[in-house]
């Protein structure tokens, strides 16, 4: 296992689907700001995981951003979806960064700027996952939010790629759109009925230059160390 591949010779990192890279049109591109929005229990952590995943297999340095969870939980779940971090996690190409919500306004409201600095501080790793910004944004105001996604995009304008997940219209209609505009990438999931039973899907409202696939619905699983499994989009729209 090793990180020495070139990013320069990766136009794309992949996100360990083949399905899901092919929706993306090859992947992530590097350069990307990627907003992954839904509802609770959408399956946004889940899906960030993937993404996370796929970037480590890539040869790539990435670190996270987890604002509900430790970092054994996180190693934890990682494992029981068979997505074992742990070996990338000791040898330093996973960077883990627990983010404690305080209480105190004053300090919620500098969360966002504290955040965009640490990231900045990140040279090594060229996949940023923030899961979930929901938590981190609920004291803080509209121009706070809107100004890390540009801050953000700025640092993946010089190469990055920065992936955030976020709760529907959590910081409200205004900001989600502007956020939307600023981001590469728009993943929106929901949880549909199908039958009997509730589907998972990813619509990929927006992605930079991957014009065809915009628009298009992606079912999917979550599967006990098998993690996300793709389903038929029959299925899903079922």
Known sequence: MTSNVSAEAIATVSTGSTEIDRRLGGGIPYRTLMLVEGDPAAGKSTLSQQLLWGALKSGQDASIYITEQTVQSFLRQMDSLGLDVTDYF??????????????????????????????????????????????????????????????????????????????????????????????????????RVSGSQLVKTIQVAKI????????????FEVEPGLGLRIIPLSRAKA
């Open 90 to 191: 000791l040898l330093n190409q996973l960077r883990i960064f627990p983010v404690n919500i305080s209480d105190d306004t004053e300090e919620s409201q500098l969360s966002f700027s504290l955040m965009v600095e640490h990231i900045s501080e990140q040279v090594a790793s060229r996949v940023v996952v923030v899961d979930s910004l929901t938590t981190l944004g609920g004291q803080a105001t509209g121009d706070e939010i809107i100004d890390f996604f540009s801050r953000c995009k700025a640092m993946c304008d010089a190469g990055k790629v920065i992936i955030t997940t976020v709760h529907s219209e959590a910081f409200g209609d205004n900001v989600h759109t502007q956020i939307r505009s600023i981001s590469d990438a728009y993943l929106r999931l929901q949880v």
């Open 208 to 219: 930079r230059g991957a014009e065809s696939a915009t628009g298009s619905i992606i079912g």
